[in-house]
């Protein structure tokens, strides 16, 4: 949320002021003041304090100014061995100040090193010398041997000026330099190991102001005063210094009415125990429950999250959830379930079950259920298509390498096709219902019959292959988690379907699905990210499949999104997309703090963000379709409003606004 002053991009952010010298003992301090360029609640001002010559950080003093009150900063480092100079203490003020609520919160630290090692293999550009009270008092031995690394570092830091562009240069250059000197045994070990310990004094939270004055050695702040002289007075039986507690009698727990339980029925509540029990109900009056289409008409529905765990090692996952269409009358239900090993395999066991409607396009994306609610009853426009899917699926998913998972699971769906049930509306519009099918070429009259919707049931055998290479990853205690890597992670899947067609001339078909894809988020910069993805792949023959089977992509066209999608084209209908040939996607996003919007005085201050987007899509026998868009994210911390330009062939085609709302 902050860009630091010594950050590599600093000097297009701050502007930085020599205010003078002092000396401490054997060192001169120099004292820079630092000042935002423009107004922004991601900058910070004050002054920091540095080593003469040496380039080391004496002490810091910042203060940021944003949205929710303001955050003062203040640090000291020390000579903790010859001269390098490491932090000893922290210590922050926050003052918050929001929607009516005020708030005062501080944290300090004291840290003392009890072993420093140096690493020999990162040296000082040469001229670094060892200066004191300004003296040199010798330069640093330095290989005569230099990496390109090293003399391009070397050649930049050597201008008088450096402008941006030789920032944000050299800032690659010393992580490169920084990786480089890392030894063998810590470049090639992908395990992160956790170095700190953290002890908790036993009745720390029972000793008085007294003994912690004594102890630290940052003298307690009068807001640590405030609250540990509040809680003596407690523990002395005072209630602010006027009401007597008598010591004899038991703590009053709260006492467990049939209101709050009625309470906790009718909105989301999570029941636990100390065995690692939990119980969650969705709620009566979740507005999540209730949903609309032509198909089912009205949806009443709730579900259930149960979860076990043993000694965290395994873990046990039942999420039910039951529904009723009120126009259909049908009850339709779910279950999603899993078991998990905390192994260093991350081994995974799943069933998934139910009998309800789904989305024709579900492996795609699909619209909302919500906003399809809201646009079917206020402006009948039914976007979703939907089908009648009775399914079972088991699956088992574990890592085989490090960062190589392998996903087998194998379904069977009896899928039966479904029409308009109701034509209710709240408000009447010039428009009527359109009928439960999707719009694309290849269910037209003139298309091929093989691919239209009927009756049918489906079986199938899913193979996934996921490859992140390079995954480090953090043991805890018999469970591993993966925390990233800098190569992009790579899948394959192959799935082989078999359809058995009802009707006057039954058949069984089998046909298989070949899917890559590859994709990567790329920090950048202070706040700033690169993300792209790319997926290609196709039928082996173009028979035995109906629509429902398609290559399926995620197309968003209503104005208002509620979920920050990754793979979405902004611009075509739902459904239009779907495609039965071989098909190449890439999408592509670049974010950044500082981009046109943000260089506006009023616009500056605020924490958003700006984006562009660039999406393609070929598939065969269809144009070249290309979406480029410019958005600006992060309105009052969860908004993007965007807008988004289509052509097909590179030919102009359509051009849209749209706002999305991440909640997800």
Known sequence: MFISPLSPEAFFHYKFKYLGLSSQGEYFIDKIEVTPKRKSQQLFEGTIYIIEDLWCLHSVDL????????????????PVQDDIWMPVSHKFDIDISIIGVKAEAGYGSSIRYKEVKINPNLQRPEGFGEYKAGKTTGITERDTAKTRTTRQI?????????TNRDMVKLSGLLNKQSKESLPDSVKNNLEIKETTTYVIEKDADKKDSAWWADIRPIPLSEKELRSIQAADSLKTG???????????????????????????????????????????NSGLFNIKNLSFNTVDGLIYGMDFRINKAWNKKQRLGIYPAFLYGFSRERFMWKLNSFFNFANKSQTQIYLWAGSLTRDINGAGGGINPLINSVTTLFLESNFLKLYSGRYITLGCKTEIANGLYIDLRAGFEKRNILTNSTSFTIIETSRSYSDNVPVNSYLSLSADPSYILRDHN?????????????????????????IGSDWPTFSISWKHGINNFKGSNPSLEQYDLLRFEAFQLIPVGAMGEFRWRYRAGGFLKNTGFTFIDFNHFNAQPVAVLLRDYEDAFML??????????????????????????????????TLMRENLSLSFLWSRYHEAYTEIGYSVSEIFLLGELGVYAGFNNFSYNSIGLKLTLRFN
Do not use: C
């Open 238 to 280: 005072l209630s602010h210094g006027t009401q007597k507690t008598d010591s004899t009698k038991k703590p009053v727990e709260k006492k467990k009415g049939f209101f709050p339980f009625l309470g906790h029925i009718a909105f989301n509540h999570t029941w636990s125990d100390t065995s690692d029990f939990s119980f969650t």
């Open 572 to 605: 075509p209908d739902f459904y239009s997309l779907s495609s039965p040939e071989m098909f190449s996607e890439f999408h592509t996003k670049y974010t950044t703090p500082y981009l046109f919007l943000k260089l506006i005085p009023g616009l500056s201050k």
């Open 154 to 162: 070397e050649t930049i830091i050597s201008k008088k000026e450096l």
């Open 63 to 78: 203060v940021n100014d944003n949205i929710a009150g303001k955050v003062r900063v203040q640090q000291l480092y020390i």
């Open 458 to 482: 489906h079986g199938d055998f899913d193979l996934i292959l996921q490859y992140t290479p390079r995954m480090k990853y953090i043991m805890k205690g018999e469970s591993k988690q993966a």
